[in-house]
């Protein structure tokens, strides 16, 4: 088997922190067949980046560095991707997915024809040198195992599926830069607006309290955020909260929000459909507050309350203020 790419996506300037996790899928696989890893580097201003990608086990950092790929401009990043495919014949090919990562996954699974693995939670190799990798469908309500051919594989793991990689002291991989050759690009990226978020990012928090329907309205969420700043974690939300205006679409946990694990899910006021679940049951620790006790979220919660959370919620914040006084 020959050697497996890993994408590092940049966001501005910085690496994004999904590029630890497919660290750790390419490890894996990589024992399995004993072949080398090689990293792929695309944008504008790459080297932060570059001593970042380093601290891994890759054996080759692949650079292609222009100025027309400083924006997330899923043509022309597909269009890199594919050029140094092309140069490079990898057998596997790991991207994250995200917005710009799963558009590239799809148009290089196109154009070369290869198979695409895409929410991928557990992937490995099989005997015959094939991958055999296990995704949520029918939104998240079954565990689907899907088994590859022998031929090149596009592999987008879950996010928060495998644990993040630890960075190494670095310094032995050899980068080998490219110049990006593109084809006539058919395509342009306008204006990119970037919102402001309150707060941690629910995707990069260890703990998440998320507020659902149950909350009756908008002024609730200011309490769930005091709670969140004391445990040093994040705001989330439902669909329901989002699509009534409550909060802004950037806090949506869920099929059509985003998929996250932190350490600690916390769900207030939130019934737990299938949607909102494949978006948190990677959890390690989900607690659920809610008045009604026959709510789906208490089928994959490890704790429970039922209880009306005007009163539940603001004695937790009183018990944790008193904590805090303490320490």
């Known amino acids: 088997m020959k050697n497996i790419l890993v994408l590092a996506e940049i966001d501005g300037d910085e690496l994004r922190p999904e590029f630890w996790e497919l660290a750790t899928v390419a490890k894996a696989l990589s024992a399995s067949v004993s072949c080398g890893i090689g990293v792929v580097v695309i944008g504008a201003h790459t080297d932060a980046v570059l001593e970042e990608v380093t601290k891994t086990d890759a054996d080759t950092v692949h650079v292609l560095q222009d100025d027309r790929l400083a924006d997330p401009w ?3 990043h597909a269009a890199a991707l594919i050029q140094l495919c092309r140069e490079l014949a990898p057998q596997i090919v790991i991207l994250p997915r995200t917005v710009l990562g799963a558009e590239m996954a799809a148009r290089l699974a196109v154009h070369n024809r290869w198979q695409l693995l895409q929410d991928v939670t557990q992937v490995e190799v099989s005997s ?6 296990v995704r949520p469908v029918s939104g998240g309500a079954v565990m689907a ?13 879950r996010p928060r599926a495998f644990a993040a990689a630890v960075a190494t002291s670095g310094g032995a991989c050899t980068t080998v830069r490219h110049a990006f050759e593109p084809p006539s690009l058919r395509t342009s990226c306008g204006e990119i607006k970037r919102v402001a ?23 609730p969420f200011a309490l769930l955020r005091q709670i969140a700043d004391l445990v040093g974690g994040a ?9 009534s205006g409550w909060v ?18 916390l ?6 459909a299938i949607q909102h679940l494949v978006g948190c049951s990677s959890a390690p620790l989900i607690v659920a507050v809610n008045s009604d006790e026959s709510a789906p979220i208490f089928g994959i919660s ?14 937790f914040l009183e018990r944790l203020m008193m904590e805090e006084r303490v320490t």
């Open 267 to 272: 769900a207030v006021g939130i019934s737990g």
């Open 302 to 315: 490890n704790y429970g309350v039922v209880g009306d959370w005007k009163e539940v919620m603001p004695a």
């Open 248 to 265: 802004p679409p950037s806090l949506q946990v869920g099929l059509t929000g985003k998929t996250i694990a932190p350490d600690v899910y």
């Open 197 to 219: 978020v309150e707060g941690m990012s629910v995707d990069r928090a260890r703990v998440v309290i998320s507020g659902g329907g149950g909350l009756g309205g908008p002024e």
């Open 128 to 133: 015959d040198g094939s991958l055999k990798a």
């Open 145 to 157: 195992t899907i088994h590859a051919g022998t031929g090149p594989c596009v592999v987008v793991p």
């Open 235 to 243: 705001v989330g939300a439902s669909r329901v909260a989002v699509d």
């Open 74 to 76: 899923p043509e022309a």
